[in-house]
């Protein structure tokens, strides 16, 4: 638990809770997984331009990296780079296992339509990255990870990211982080961006914190006791 800048006890999800509540959402409230996704996704990239306006990149172009995982958190990168392009950002991608599940390819190929660019390999060499874009986004993996087993190709881009000095946005759980404690030895984002409601591991995380959770049903917000903050305006993200 901690305080929002409102002052409200906030409820930090355990990675259990969190299946538990999607579950819910998707058996009895009849969500889609696809339309999840694309809400969580697009919070993102405005939880980004909130973060980091474009008059405020240094480079050139306002050049992004989004690194895309496997399941379900890689699907939410790619959401949310196609929200980044149309707010005029310059994403690339590298997603390199692309899902067999139809859902997943689809996103996908609306990215492929809208002209971004993918990557087929991740540069080593971490000043490349340093150089080519102004920040890196972590799509990789979610709460239901093991992070204790983190296999290739993802365990060496985790080396390469922990390296990286531009500024990283982490997407829900910081990738190779357990959801269910802070970590000490994972990579360092500058901001995280915490989907339905914040997990544990957010326990005193220091950096920029944004909450997407504002499409939440009332019932399922009083039943599992979020306690989410009040947005501002029609905002979809609040800094916490």
Avoid at 56 to 71: A, D, I, R
Avoid at 95 to 117: A, G, N, V, W
């Amino acid at each position: 638990m901690y305080k929002t800048r409102q002052g409200t006890a906030q409820f930090n999800a355990s990675k259990t809770e969190v299946a538990t509540i999607e579950t819910e959402l998707l058996r009895d409230y009849r969500f889609g997984q696809q339309q999840l996704i694309e809400i969580w996704g697009h919070a993102c990239a405005v939880a980004i331009t909130k973060a980091f306006p474009l008059s405020s990149l240094s480079k050139k172009q306002p050049t992004l990296l989004v690194v895309c995982g496997p399941e379900q958190n890689g699907s939410i990168g790619l959401v949310c780079a196609r929200h980044l392009r149309i707010f005029e950002y310059e994403p690339t991608i590298f997603y390199p296992k692309r899902s067999t599940q139809s859902l997943h390819q689809d996103f996908t190929i609306q990215c492929e339509k809208m002209d971004i660019p993918f990557l087929s390999y991740l540069p080593t060499e971490v000043q490349l990255l340093n150089d080519a874009y102004n920040l890196v986004i972590d799509a990789i993996m979610g709460p239901e990870a093991d992070h204790n087993d983190v296999k290739e190709p993802y365990a060496g881009m985790l080396v390469t990211l922990k390296q990286v000095k531009v500024p990283i946005v982490s997407v829900d759980v910081p990738s190779g982080w357990d959801a269910d404690e802070p970590d000490k030895d994972g990579i360092n984002p500058e901001v995280l961006v915490s989907l339905t409601a914040p997990k544990k591991c957010a326990t005193g995380f220091s950096g920029k914190h944004f909450l997407a959770g504002r499409f939440l049903p009332y019932d399922i917000q009083k039943k599992y006791e979020l306690n989410l903050p009040e947005f501002p305006g029609t905002d979809c993200v609040i800094q916490l």
